[in-house]
């Protein structure tokens, strides 16, 4: 069945580094790719999203790109801030099929310190 | 994007007890989605919820242990029955987007932290 794969954390990173999250997925035809960010105490935000091939998302400083021929849609972000320390999910919701459920990755926590 | 709005946002509560939280969002949608996320875990589905129809639960979930209302487009339910310590957990309600496609992404409520003593 399709699955995410997430790199695990804890990451720790001192402002203004570079950071990359990595996720990979398995799944049949072309799912659609989500980025989603839970800061400490409140629910999910969407972050970013791909929908097709070579589509990249971006928000906030962040992107991802996505990847068909790695089966990847790896998160970046070229100088993180104290404010981006939070957990990141890589999410998928399958291309087959009309119930929206979503395939979650186990997440990723980023601390970022001054 | 939807606004949803989750009550409460947390709470304590005693073993053996139950608790309904509460869903609202500023539009009509068609499914709404309840996820539990137990401490440190990413998100487990519990059950989507469409109007005008009952709960479709996930395996592992029981429609005795967690009661699901859904009595229009803006609303929902959901009840954690029967307390243990082993539900405690934050409670997130989620909403589809509009239309029939998979890209949409689904949005989320702030959730409820729930203890359980």
């Known amino acids: 069945g399709d699955s995410v794969t997430q790199m695990e954390g804890p990451v720790t990173l001192s402002e203004e580094a570079f950071l990359t999250i990595n996720c990979t997925y398995t799944?049949?035809?072309?799912?659609?790719l989500f980025w989603y960010v839970q800061y400490p105490g409140e629910g999910l935000q969407l972050l970013l999203k791909?929908?097709?091939a070579d589509d990249k998302g971006s928000n906030k400083g962040f992107e991802a790109t996505y990847r068909k021929e790695t089966t990847s849609f790896h998160l970046e972000k070229g100088s993180v801030q104290v404010s981006d320390s939070a957990v990141y999910f890589c999410?998928?919701?399958?291309?087959?099929?009309?119930?929206?459920?979503?395939?979650w990755g186990l997440g990723t926590s980023l601390a970022v310190n001054p | 994007s939807a606004v949803i709005s989750q009550k409460p946002s947390r709470d304590i509560c005693q073993r053996g007890t139950s608790l309904t939280i509460q869903c609202q969002v500023d539009?009509?949608?068609?499914?709404m989605f309840w996820y539990r996320q137990q401490p440190g875990q990413s998100l487990t589905l519990i059950a989507t919820?469409?109007?005008?129809?009952?709960?479709?639960?996930e395996s592992g979930f029981v429609i005795d242990k967690f009661p699901i209302s859904r009595p229009n487009l803006t609303f929902s339910t959901l009840t954690v029955s029967n307390m243990s310590p082993e539900d405690s957990s934050i409670y997130l309600c989620?909403?589809?987007?509009?239309?029939?496609?998979?890209?949409?992404?689904?949005?989320f409520g702030d959730g409820t932290r729930l203890s359980i003593l």
């Open positions: 989620s909403v589809g987007g509009t239309g029939t496609h998979s890209n949409q992404p689904q949005h």
């Open positions: 539009s009509q949608v068609t499914m």
């Open positions: 919820a469409n109007q005008g129809s009952e709960a479709t639960y």
């Open positions: 799944a049949t035809g072309y799912p659609s």
């Open positions: 791909a929908t097709k």
């Open positions: 999410a998928l919701s399958p291309s087959a099929g009309n119930n929206r459920k979503l395939i």
